[in-house]
């Protein structure tokens, strides 16, 4: 069994900083790409970062220069540092992973999700 914990989300005010982080754990072989998606009120889930297990990054336009993914591939986590959080930034972020078993096959992994909420 594998599962994505994650954890860091809250409370802070526009301007603020958090960072998010992601554990994987379970029968591991290894892990291709990880990312961090959000959903907010009333909208789809949308790509925040993601990062190949060679280092490369993608972003959202709308979060670049703010938000910054990382990932320790020996402990299987992925961070991701907000920096500068707008109230439009208020949504509840989800963990992401593509994950190879020990027994073989890869699928697709979520974590069960963290809210962010960016409010004076």
């Known amino acids: 069994q594998v599962q994505l914990v994650e954890s860091g989300g809250g409370l802070v005010q526009p301007g603020g900083s958090l960072r998010l982080s992601c554990a994987a754990s379970?029968?591991?072989?290894?892990?291709?790409?990880m990312g961090w998606y959000r959903q907010a009120p009333g909208k789809q889930r949308e790509l925040v970062a993601a990062i190949t297990s060679g280092g490369i990054t993608n972003y959202a336009d709308s979060v670049k220069g703010r938000f910054t993914i990382s990932r320790d591939n020996p402990k299987n986590t992925v961070d991701l540092q907000m920096n500068s959080l707008k109230p439009e930034n208020t949504a509840v972020y989800y963990c992401n992973a593509d994950i190879v078993h020990l027994r073989g096959g890869a699928r697709e992994y979520w974590g069960q999700g963290t809210q962010v909420t960016v409010s004076s």
């Open positions: 379970g029968r591991i072989f290894s892990i291709y790409d």
